[in-house]
């Protein structure tokens, strides 16, 4: 029940500030930064008392929901969802603090980010397929509503556009769940949309796991978003207000990564191996182009957006590397990212804030105006670039790592991506922060004050945390990492005994002619 609390507290908040008159804009933001924090706070209970020794769901609670289709409201947390889950409370408190200057509409917005939160939360800790769908729908209409009633001019058309491509994209995840709920009735006799019953008891037929793969596949690449799915998220970060870029980035598209491990991966360990080359090449490519088309950009969020691309074209490339070091990796760089990206986004919206433009070639020379602001932003951009010391090195030097072990080819290219990454970044740092102070528009613009330190100073703490310690994160989600990796280990495609003959002739014949899958998994175990 504790974790349904925590869920659900943020709607109850939102709930609560529907009673409170729109003209009183100072209790409307109070009461959502202390139901926010009191979220935050409280979710640092799951820490405290999580088992990290074992692989199992913990926090567990299930209770019928929709008997008679056998449906349940069953929730629980583990080594995986662990850190995502405390991130997305940390980063909704750091988001309402950050959304202090919001001048329109401050009842609805507030209510539309606490709505988020609930939204996000649920989609991670739900243990039953129908109920993570329902969460992964609900979540799509508060952030719409952020991108289209608080964006920029062209806000209506961003918000269609998200909202378009990740409901289109889910509503073949949709018919694959309806495939595996009857299916697992046909098998077993028991209607049930359980996740872990279905991930124990199913045996999904290889040409099923296929297509079953690809539907999921659909619904989570979109969301990531990977190259070719991602031209959705340029105009969504730059339209949106800032806030909603660091939800966005920090946690929306956590939730397409965090698809592939929960579903893909466990429940399609086949075919997962069957597109583990294909899926690869398709996060290197994202790596390189989103690096190159973010150095041409003079729009510093379109910078950042395009750069998201790239990263998490990392946190993919470590995932489906299926070794021990990519998979520490992805799961170590999706938080990284979540905390780098966030604090950019942060960062371009206190500049936007004073000058009302992201244009870099409206800016430099701001290091002799803002120097507290130019420190802040010089260590988020080294941060995002992968300095050694900070957290985005650890993340992508396994990521590499693991991906070096299993193709070098693939790892000579995706090391590229580091060196733009590099350029891109540091070329757009001397732009704003260097140079000539030669715009009279920005002589007299000020410094960083007490609540926008509030807001990236917790995020600085954990670039240098993770950067030089980062064992207390990685060790949530070890044993996790240990099971997955059973779990898509080759040992355990051979169909179970139920199965006809037709799927285990299937299975010989693609170990014969498929080893080009199994040689990258005989590297990575040496």
């Not at 995840?173 to 299916?183: C, D, K, N, R, S």
């Not at 959705?232 to 980035?249: C, F, K, M, Q, R």
């Not at 120097?371 to 995002?384: A, D, E």
Request: some cysteine; aromatic content about 14%; charged content about 15%.
């Amino acid at each position: 029940m504790f974790l349904t609390f925590l869920t659900f507290l943020p709607l109850i908040g939102a709930m609560g500030l529907a009673f409170i008159p729109k003209e009183k804009e100072g209790m409307i933001k109070q009461v959502a930064v202390a139901v926010a924090a009191a979220d935050f706070l409280l979710s640092l209970q799951l820490y405290a008392g999580f088992d990290m020794s074992t692989h199992l769901m913990q926090f567990e609670y299930s209770i019928a929901w929709i008997p008679s289709f056998g449906v349940n409201y069953h929730v629980g947390i583990d080594g995986i969802s662990l850190l995502l889950y405390i991130m997305t409370t940390f980063l909704t408190l750091i988001c309402i603090i950050a959304s202090w200057s919001v001048k329109k509409r401050v009842k609805e917005y507030m209510i539309a980010m606490l709505a988020l939160s609930t939204g996000m939360l649920g989609v991670f800790i739900s243990l039953d397929i129908f109920l993570f769908y329902v969460f992964w729908e609900f979540q799509l209409v508060p952030m719409y509503l952020l991108i289209g009633i608080w964006g920029g001019p062209r806000r209506i058309y961003a918000a269609v556009k998200f909202f378009l491509y990740t409901a289109v994209g889910s509503l073949l995840m949709l018919v694959a769940i309806i495939w595996m709920y009857f299916e697992v009735q046909q098998q077993t006799g028991v209607l049930t949309t359980d996740l872990m019953y279905i991930t124990e008891n199913l045996n999904i037929g290889l040409d099923a796991q296929k297509w079953l793969f690809m539907a999921f596949f659909l619904a989570f690449a979109i969301k990531v978003p990977m190259f070719p799915f991602h031209t959705w998220l340029p105009d969504a970060h730059v339209e949106a207000p800032t806030a909603g870029s660091v939800i966005l980035a920090g946690v929306l598209l956590k939730m397409g990564t965090y698809g592939f491990l929960r579903f893909n991966l466990p429940l399609f360990p086949f075919a997962s191996n069957v597109f583990m080359e294909y899926i690869a090449w398709m996060a290197i490519i994202g790596i390189v182009y989103g690096a190159l088309v973010a150095m041409v950009q003079e729009d510093l969020k379109k910078l950042v957006a395009y750069s998201s691309v790239s990263h998490l074209g990392f946190v993919m490339l470590g995932i489906f590397a299926f070794n021990h070091y990519g998979l520490q990796g992805a799961l170590l760089q999706n938080l990284n990212h979540g905390i780098s990206t966030s604090a950019l986004f942060l960062l371009v919206g206190m500049i936007y804030d004073r000058r009302h433009t992201r244009l870099i070639s409206e800016f430099g020379g701001l290091a002799k105006i803002i120097p507290v602001y130019t420190i802040c932003f010089m260590i988020v951009t080294l941060s995002s670039i992968g300095l050694p010391g900070t957290n985005g090195f650890v993340g992508e030097f396994l990521v590499l790592l693991g991906i070096f072990q299993a193709d070098g080819m693939m790892a000579m290219v995706a090391t590229s991506g580091v060196i733009f990454a590099a350029c891109y970044m540091l070329w757009m740092f001397q732009r704003v922060m260097f140079l000539k102070l030669d715009n009279p528009k920005n002589e007299n613009m000020e410094d960083m004050n007490c609540r926008e330190l509030i807001t990236i100073v917790p995020l600085i703490i954990l670039i240098f945390w993770i950067g030089f310690y980062p064992k207390p994160f990685m060790k949530t989600f070890e044993p996790t990492v240990e099971h997955l990796m059973t779990r898509v280990s080759p040992d355990n495609f051979r169909p179970k005994k139920h199965n006809d003959e037709h799927h285990a002739t299937a299975v010989d014949k693609h170990e014969e002619s498929s080893s080009h899958s199994e040689k990258p998994k005989e590297k990575s175990h040496h």
